[in-house]
């Protein structure tokens, strides 16, 4: 089986600009997260989807929006671009994702490296 | 905010030596996971351990859990040169899904042929 994939794998933008990121979990996956990992630093959660609704948000702006669609894949989407986006961006798939839940073995895919000019 | 801390910060050995890595987390947790990452690359899932669990074993690593410490630690035996790479440990808290990782910096480790 494919692990999680995403897209593209490296991309260059200009600040102001909009970015849209695809990622496709795990087949069996229900649970899609998105976290950002600047240079030097640990992966920081963004969002969290379950079965299509969103479940946790880290503390990012509101240009930061995401969404999970009926295949359980994942779109993550940045508005107005800053030089602090420059990151690589991760999203992780895991077969569960309801609150409460313990044990849950998360996958993460290569990441999509983002670069704002 | 980053919940874990990772010790050391790098570690460079020598080939065969067995490399040691501790994780410190500050909230109560459902489990723990290490992860590997090449330079640039994603991220490698290695072992979770749940807070019940207090040790755990795949292959040359070997995971334990303190939670009355609130720390983990992960040794890499007999180590290869193919083990360079930055080492995470990432919590899912009791508050949250699990599936909301809270990361440390990572230590850097080396292995010198």
């Known amino acids: 089986d494919a692990g999680v994939t995403q897209s593209p794998t490296h991309l260059i933008k200009t600040r102001g600009q909009h970015v849209t990121l695809r990622c496709s979990p795990i087949?069996?996956?229900?649970?899609v997260s998105w976290y950002q990992q600047v240079l030097g630093q640990g992966p920081q959660f963004i969002f969290q989807y379950y079965e299509k609704e969103e479940r946790g948000r880290g503390n990012f702006p509101d240009r930061f929006s995401a969404r999970q669609f009926p295949n359980y894949s994942s779109e993550l989407n940045v508005n107005a671009l800053l030089l602090g986006d420059s990151a690589l961006y991760l999203c992780?798939?895991?077969?569960?994702?309801?609150?409460?839940?313990?044990?849950?073995?998360?996958?993460f895919g290569e990441g999509s490296w983002l670069t704002v000019v | 905010s980053q919940q874990g801390e990772e010790d050391p910060q790098a570690l460079s050995i020598q080939e065969g030596e067995n490399a040691t890595m501790n994780c410190s987390y500050k909230?109560?947790?459902?489990?723990l996971q290490w992860y590997r990452q090449n330079s640039g690359r994603g991220l490698v899932h290695l072992i979770l351990i749940r807070s019940n669990e207090r040790e755990k074993h795949s292959g040359r690593l070997r995971v334990t859990l303190d939670t009355s410490k609130k720390s983990s630690s992960l040794l890499i035996t007999a180590s290869r040169a193919a083990d360079t790479a930055s080492y995470f440990c990432?919590?899912?808290?009791?508050?949250?899904?699990?599936?909301?990782?809270?990361f440390g910096e990572g230590t850097q480790l080396t292995v010198n042929p």
């Open positions: 087949s069996g996956h229900k649970s």
């Open positions: 909230t109560s947790i459902n489990n």
């Open positions: 992780a798939s895991s077969r569960r994702g309801q609150p409460g839940f313990s044990g849950n073995t998360i996958y």
């Open positions: 990432a919590t899912g808290d009791k508050e949250t899904s699990g599936s909301r990782l809270t």
